[in-house]
C-alpha cells in the first residue's frame, strides 16, 4: 500500500512578533542608557577646577572669588593646591578665608606697572596661594575662598592657573586657556570673566555693594546650572515619547 505523504503547511513560517509589553521595556532601556551617557558626559565635562561666580564686572570692589577643586581620583586624594593669580592685570587687597584642615601661604611679587588707586600707589600684589595640610577625599570637592579689595578694569577676563597635588604624587596642572572657535582644553584653567561696568547712578552713589553683586552673579550662575538640568530633563521626555509611538505603532499592526 503506498505511503501518503502529508501536504506542506501552505503557511510560510514567521518569526515571532514581539509583545508591545516587549517593544516597550527595549525601547525604555535604550531611553534610559540613552539619558544616562547625556548625564554622565555633563558630569564630566563640570569635573574641573573653576572660579565662582563666573563673572564679575570691570574695577569691581569688596567682592568674594570661590576656587572649587574636585577629587577625580580613583585611590588618591588632594593634599595640595596652587592657584596664581595674575600681575599683568593685578587683583588687588587679597585676603585669605580660613580653610579648616589648611593652611594657606600667600606670595606677593613687585609689579612691573604699579596701579594708581584712590588710596594711593599699589606696587605690589599677591601672586600665588597655596594651600598644604588638608585633604579632599575621592568623590568629594572643596571651596577655597578669596577676597579681594578690587579686580582690574583694563581686561575682559582673568586666568587662574592653578596646580592640584595628589596623595600618590601625581599633579595636574589646570593651566590650559580656552581659544575661541577650538574645542575646551584638556585641563583648561579657572577664567574669570570681567563685564563692562554698569553706568554710575545719577546721583553720583554707587547704589549696589559688592554682596549684591556677588548674590547676582550667584543666581545668574544656579539658573544656568537649572537650565541645563532642565534642558536634559525633556530631552529624556522626547526620547521616551517616541518609544512609546513606536510601541503603539507596532501594536496596532495586524
Sequence with gaps: MPTVKPSPDPTPHRAPHPTPHRALRRAGLGTVLAAAAVLAAAGAASAHVTV?????????????????????????????????LPTD???????????????????????????????????????????????????????FDVAFGQLPDDAGRLVFKTLQTY?????????????????????????????????????GKNSESGAERVGAADAGDSTARGL??????????????????????RSARP
Design 52 to 84: 565662582h561666580p563666573e563673572s564679575y564686572a570691570e574695577g569691581a570692589t569688596d567682592g568674594v572669588l570661590s576656587f572649587r577643586v574636585p577629587d577625580e581620583e580613583d585611590t588618591a586624594s588632594t593634599t595640595e593646591v596652587q592657584v596664581f
Design 167 to 203: 596623595s600618590d604624587g601625581k599633579i595636574v596642572r589646570w593651566i590650559e586657556e580656552a581659544r575661541a572657535g577650538a574645542d575646551e582644553p584638556e585641563n583648561p584653567a579657572p577664567v574669570l570673566t570681567l563685564t563692562a561696568a554698569p553706568a554710575a547712578p545719577a546721583d
Design 89 to 143: 592685570h593685578p587683583v588687588l587687597g587679597v585676603l585669605v578665608h580660613p580653610q579648616d584642615g589648611w593652611t594657606a601661604k600667600v606670595t606677593t611679587t613687585k609689579l612691573k606697572t604699579p596701579v594708581r588707586t584712590d588710596d594711593g600707589t599699589i606696587t605690589e600684589a599677591v601672586s600665588e596661594i597655596t594651600w598644604t595640610g588638608g585633604k579632599i577625599g575621592v568623590g568629594q570637592y572643596e571651596d
Design 228 to 249: 541645563g538640568v532642565a534642558g536634559l530633563v525633556v530631552g529624556v521626555l522626547g526620547l521616551a515619547a517616541a518609544a512609546f509611538a513606536v510601541v503603539r505603532t
